[in-house]
């Protein structure tokens, strides 16, 4: 599949935010982009044209694209209801409420082939597809029934980009555990790193980049700034976002602060390589 996926360090990384500027930066290339999130755990949805319910970040990145929003972008929602349980909805049938474990055991086999279906899907209708993991890869304990990241690189057999959260602190330990942690197989498929919410003078930080490139042997493709007014909802909480200017178009502003920072030549070569037939 032609296509790239972002994954991250942990939770809250940026990976969402990450996704939908790259939507809408190829969008502006002329490429036909889709997002793609193979499950998503959230409360917060929205409904496509014939009113099936989709995670609101896929539809979002939908917008930034420039593309009608569909489930096939979002086959898989969790919506947490309490007492550890969540309402499933597969391309938008509910299921449940079930327990994770429930789910763990019940589900996975299904939720595999709804991925492959939606996959194949997208692949039918467009030249690209920006894939978002969730969490981290390197969750090791849940690696036998993943469907979320590197078994989603997998099957749709698309290189990825690991984004680190540098505001929390600790983003150069977490870049070097994610990758020793990964199967070799799934290291060799984490071609850039984007180190992301940063604070200051990125001049003052070419030590740390220096030292990740040197020590992983994968570049960094960007440093990119924080930025708190970037207007566009959160993927899974009710976090307050500061607005955009007024008459702002929200996912240009931050496409374009996003390009402004990142080596687009270098993340445009990855997904050339990769569509060329170069191993991912």
Avoid at 210 to 227: C, H, L, Q, R, W
Wanted: net charge negative; hydrophobic share 45%; aromatic share 6%.
């Amino acid at each position: 599949m032609n296509g790239l996926m972002v994954v991250g360090t942990a939770s809250d990384s940026g990976k969402t935010m990450i996704c939908t500027a790259l939507c809408r930066i190829l969008a502006n290339e002329g490429v036909r982009v889709a997002p793609f999130k193979s499950q998503n755990m959230s409360r917060f949805s929205a409904k496509t044209e014939q009113g099936e319910e989709m995670s609101r970040a896929q539809y979002l990145q939908a917008e930034a694209a420039r593309t009608t929003p569909s489930v096939y972008m979002n086959p898989i929602l969790l919506k947490p209801v309490g007492l550890m349980k969540s309402e499933v909805l597969f391309f938008g049938e509910k299921f449940g409420p079930v327990t994770g474990m429930a789910y763990r055991e019940q589900f996975f086999q299904q939720a595999v082939e709804a991925i492959r279906t939606a996959l194949a899907q997208l692949a039918k209708t467009y030249d690209t597809v920006i894939i978002e993991g969730a969490g981290s890869p390197a969750e090791v304990n849940l690696n036998d029934r993943e469907i979320v990241n590197m078994r989603v690189a997998d099957i749709a057999d698309v290189p990825v980009v690991l984004v680190a959260d540098i505001d929390r602190g600790g983003a150069i330990a977490s870049i070097v555990g994610t990758l020793q942690l990964l199967a070799p197989a799934h290291r060799d498929r984490v071609k850039a790193i984007i180190i992301n919410k940063f604070h200051g003078d990125p001049a003052l930080f070419q030590e740390g980049i220096d030292f990740i490139e040197s020590y992983t042997g994968v570049p960094v493709a960007g440093i990119i700034p924080y930025k708190a007014d970037h207007g566009i909802q959160e993927e899974d909480m009710e976090r307050t976002v500061n607005p955009a200017p007024a008459g702002v178009d929200v996912y240009e502003a931050w496409a374009e602060h996003i390009k402004n920072h990142l080596d687009w030549p270098l993340i445009k070569g990855i997904m050339t390589s990769a569509r060329e037939g170069d191993p991912a």
